[in-house]
């Protein structure tokens, strides 16, 4: 079965410091992959999307950059973190190719900056 | 792009009673509509979908309806429980570029008073 992990669960950074989130999902081949963003007690903003290695789409102007170094990677980069870029980061998968799929959510990464 | 409306934003019912969460949708060629469950702190995570060739879809106290002529689809919870306190975030496809996004609806937050 499929299966998607996130890391780190929790994170405190300072503003102004460099940011690395990393996603990777097991069991599939060639997924789609996302990234989210929810602030406290809102809904789910997408931030980036990628239906292949080296290939990232951006839905917001943002502090945020993603990559996607192998199938099933997907990283989210900030080289100066912001107060405003504070949140509960989610990483998300669906099946490449399939139309009408859910999307299946990693357990999150909740950044603080200070 | 698809547009998805959700009502109410917060929901009281007492344990026991019936809950409904009603979501509309602006692109007629939708045809995929999933409904996610997010407790607190915790990932969204899917409950129940449905797919415009049916008009509902059941799985024991949940299930869900869509209008495909009125652009609209609805979770129902029966004989809610304590447990069912959460987030429910309904959702409808956006196909750009390969990629299947999901455009969320803003959320209802349902709380079961016991």
């Known amino acids: 079965s499929q299966t998607i992990h996130q890391w780190p669960a929790t994170l405190v950074q300072p503003v102004g410091s460099p940011l690395s989130l990393e996603c990777t999902v097991e069991?599939?081949?060639?997924?789609?992959l996302y990234w989210y963003r929810q602030a406290a007690g809102r809904g789910l903003q997408l931030l980036f999307y990628?239906?292949?290695?080296?290939?990232i789409s951006s839905e917001v102007p943002q502090n945020l950059s993603a990559s996607r170094p192998q199938d099933r990677q997907f990283i989210l980069s900030s080289k100066k973190l912001l107060l405003s870029d504070s949140g509960f980061y989610l990483c998300?998968?669906?099946?490449?190719?399939?139309?009408?799929?859910?999307?299946?959510f990693g357990d999150g990464t909740r950044l603080s900056i200070l | 792009g698809e547009n998805v409306e959700q009502h109410p934003s917060t929901l009281s019912v007492q344990e026991g009673d019936s809950a409904v969460i009603k979501c509309t949708y602006s692109?007629?060629?939708?045809?995929?509509f999933p409904w996610y469950k997010q407790e607190l702190g915790k990932r969204p995570q899917l409950i129940i979908d449905?797919?415009?060739?049916?008009g509902e879809k059941k799985d024991q106290r949940i299930a869900v309806t869509l209008n495909k002529t009125a652009k609209h689809f609805s979770l129902h919870i029966t004989e809610t429980q304590p447990e069912d306190s959460a987030v429910y975030f309904c959702?409808?496809?956006?196909?750009?570029?390969?990629?299947?996004?999901?455009?969320f609806g803003q959320g209802t937050r349902l709380t079961i008073n016991p």
């Open positions: 998300a998968w669906s099946v490449q190719g399939w139309r009408n799929q859910p999307q299946h």
């Open positions: 069991g599939t081949s060639n997924p789609n």
């Open positions: 990628s239906v292949g290695i080296g290939q």
């Open positions: 692109d007629s060629a939708s045809n995929y």
């Open positions: 449905i797919r415009s060739n049916v």
């Open positions: 959702a409808a496809p956006s196909n750009i570029q390969g990629a299947q996004k999901l455009v």
